[in-house]
């Protein structure tokens, strides 16, 4: 299968700085990208869906302002936490898709600690 | 709306047995796939089986087999000859389409721990 890669894998930051998460697709061109959190022992649950070029589409609950997604290019959709607060302390994670209807294809996870 | 249920939290199966791990959804989708996907201790999301809701068949996969009962809204999975590889948490999934995995809803998984 292809391959997502996310940087980095692990971070550690305090509380009230912002953070930024990458989601690379690295040997295929990636139309939609999304992002999932899961909090220890829980589900993934889906953030919001990117499009290269154009505003992210965010679930119901999730809040644009502070999860801030950019899919500037064709490989790469960024995630910026920003403020963070412990609260946002969480699995990260990306999938990346040629297009709409086509198989999204996972990246590692960033695993996100505020103190 | 979609919605996935599991209900085994866990579960401790002896190396080499089969087991099985359950899986409902809900949707009011006219069509949708199913997903089984495995999360060792890592965290990355391994793909493991897909089922997609016209398909008259049964999904399979190697060792992976999906038990696809539509009329029940029910996509266990089984897992033959069960490894000491294969502790991990399993999680299944649903997507909107009948094919492709975007947007996906996952159930609350289930930690898998094969006893050698």
């Known amino acids: 299968g292809a391959v997502v890669s996310q940087h980095p894998s692990w971070v550690i930051c305090k509380s009230g700085t912002s953070v930024k998460i990458e989601c690379r697709s690295l040997?295929?061109?990636?139309?939609?990208m999304f992002w999932y959190r899961q909090f220890p022992k829980q589900s993934l649950m889906l953030m919001a869906t990117s499009n290269e070029g154009s505003k992210a589409t965010y679930e119901q609950g999730v809040e644009k302002d502070k999860f801030l997604i950019n899919h500037a290019s064709l490989t790469l959709s960024t995630l910026t936490v920003t403020s963070a607060h412990p609260e946002d302390s969480s699995f990260y994670i990306c999938?990346?898709?040629?297009?709409?209807?086509?198989?999204?294809?996972f990246g590692q996870g960033t695993r996100l600690t505020v103190v | 709306a979609q919605k996935i249920t599991q209900t085994q939290p866990g579960m401790f199966v002896q190396e080499k047995e089969a087991v099985t791990l359950d899986c409902t959804y809900d949707?009011?989708?006219?069509?949708?796939?199913l997903f089984w996907y495995k999360q060792p201790s890592s965290g990355e999301m391994i793909f493991l089986i897909y089922q997609g809701s016209y398909d008259q068949q049964n999904a399979t996969e190697g060792r992976y087999s999906l038990n696809f009962q539509k009329a029940r809204k029910s996509a266990n999975l089984v897992i033959s000859a069960s490894q000491l590889g294969d502790s991990a948490m399993y999680f299944c999934a649903m997507s909107p389409e009948n094919f492709g995995n975007e947007k996906l809803t996952f159930g609350t998984g289930t930690r898998l721990t094969i006893i050698p």
């Open positions: 949707t009011s989708d006219p069509s949708y796939g």
């Open positions: 040997d295929f061109q990636a139309t939609t």
């Open positions: 999938s990346a898709s040629v297009d709409r209807g086509t198989e999204a294809f």
